[in-house]
T-cell receptor
Framework: QKEVEQNSGPLSVPEGAIASLNCTYSDRGSQSFFWYRQYSGKSPELIMFIYSNGDKEDGRFTAQLNKASQYVSLLIRDSQPSDSATYLCAVINTGNQFYFGTGTSLTVIP | SQTIHQWPATLVQPVGSPLSLECTVEGTSNPNLYWYRQAAGRGLQLLFYSVGIGQISSEVPQNLSASRPQDRQFILSSKKLLLSDSGFYLC???????????FGQGTRLTVV
């Protein structure tokens, strides 16, 4: 079983819509969860992190964490064409290692 | 502020040739260091993880190796490259208890 799993997509949404990205993780002891954005040919860059159950909002982005279900999600409101990228979910497991999912490709259609 | 340097940015190597990719971190002490590989159109695969000098954990058995000769230096090596070693190699660092991992600019390796 992979440490972190994501639907690879591609996910397409129209401009202005809400994009919903999902992620599950296998290590129940994981405590830290992250969403990264990666443009083609570039390094991943951090969007936000979440440690506690519930929602965390930052501008148009909302991260949601449910530790009981081992589930993390990212909502992007008012999606823009510039949001088109691959979104990577990451967790720090009980071994203190960063594990990344394979990423979900998002395309925002103008 | 902390910075991470990774070089070279691109590399074309023949099959069977050796490889050495270097990564250095500035502005922090005793970082956790990582080597990841990303094949074309795929996600990040953790290759090696290090919590300190000389301490290397290997995630995927293969013809690659890693070394950490200094606290903030992480080297990825191979004695003989395979075609399947082509990909985008990323070095990253984090601190225990920190809130993120930060990436270098990556090395795009093409084995021909």
């Amino acid at each position: 079983q992979k440490e972190v799993e994501q639907n690879s997509g591609p996910l397409s949404v129209p401009e202005g819509a809400i994009a919903s990205l999902n992620c599950t993780y296998s290590d129940r002891g994981s405590q830290s969860f992250f969403w990264y954005r990666q443009y083609s040919g570039k390094s991943p860059e951090l969007i936000m992190f979440i440690y506690s159950n519930g929602d965390k909002e930052d501008g148009r982005f909302t991260a949601q964490l449910n530790k009981a279900s081992q589930y993390v999600s990212l909502l992007i409101r008012d999606s823009q064409p510039s949001d088109s990228a691959t979104y990577l979910c990451a967790v720090i497991n009980t071994g203190n290692q960063f594990y990344f999912g394979t990423g979900t490709s998002l395309t925002v259609i103008p | 502020s902390q910075t991470i340097h990774q070089w070279p940015a691109t590399l074309v190597q023949p099959v069977g040739s050796p490889l050495s990719l270097e990564c250095t971190v500035e502005g922090t002490s005793n970082p956790n260091l990582y080597w990841y590989r990303q094949a074309a159109g795929r996600g990040l695969q953790l290759l090696f993880y290090s919590v300190g000098i000389g301490q290397i954990s290997s995630e995927v058995p293969q013809n690659l190796s890693a070394s950490r000769p200094q606290d903030r230096q992480f080297i990825l090596s191979s004695k003989k490259l395979l075609l399947s070693d082509s990909g985008f190699y990323l070095c990253a660092w984090s601190v225990t208890g920190g809130d993120s991992a930060f990436f270098g600019q990556g090395t795009r390796l093409t084995v021909v």
